[in-house]
Nanobody, 123 residues
Framework: DVQLQASGGGLVQAGGSLRLSCEFS????????IGWFRQAPGKEREGVSC????????????FYKDFAKGRFTISRDNTKNTVYLQMNRLKPEDTAVYYC????????????WGQGTLVTVSS
């Protein structure tokens, strides 16, 4: 079974940093996209960032929503089945539950989702 688990959330002051981790397992395919999403209280879920993995290794293709550009960085440890989201200069509006998910390619539906991790940014 494909499984994803997000972790690393917590409480941080505005301007601070957090690194989220997404551990995944059970993939039977070598090419996929790992995406980060978030859902703030009372709001719809939105995409944050995603990256492409080809033959089991990050191929350098990444995508960021405008609010994440320059502050967030997505990366993958090729020795582990883990994708990270480094979040710097956090703002109170970044407060949300963050989820990671997997899709077969860019633009495809995310079929696999992990449980979220809560990020709270205090002002």
């Amino acid at each position: 079974d494909v499984q994803l688990q997000a972790s690393g959330g917590g409480l941080v002051q505005a301007g601070g940093s957090l690194r989220l981790s997404c551990e995944f397992s059970g993939f039977t395919f070598d090419d996929y996209v790992i995406g980060w999403f978030r859902q703030a209280p009372g709001k719809e879920r939105e995409g944050v960032s995603c990256m492409s993995v080809i033959d089991g290794r990050a191929d350098g293709r990444t995508f960021y929503k405008d609010f994440a550009k320059g502050r967030f960085t997505i990366s993958r440890d090729n020795t582990k089945n883990t994708v990270y989201l480094q979040m710097n200069r956090l703002k109170p509006e970044d407060t949300a539950v963050y989820y990671c998910a997997a899709a077969p390619r860019f633009g495809a539906q995310y079929d696999y989702w992990g449980q979220g991790t809560l990020v709270t940014v205090s002002s």
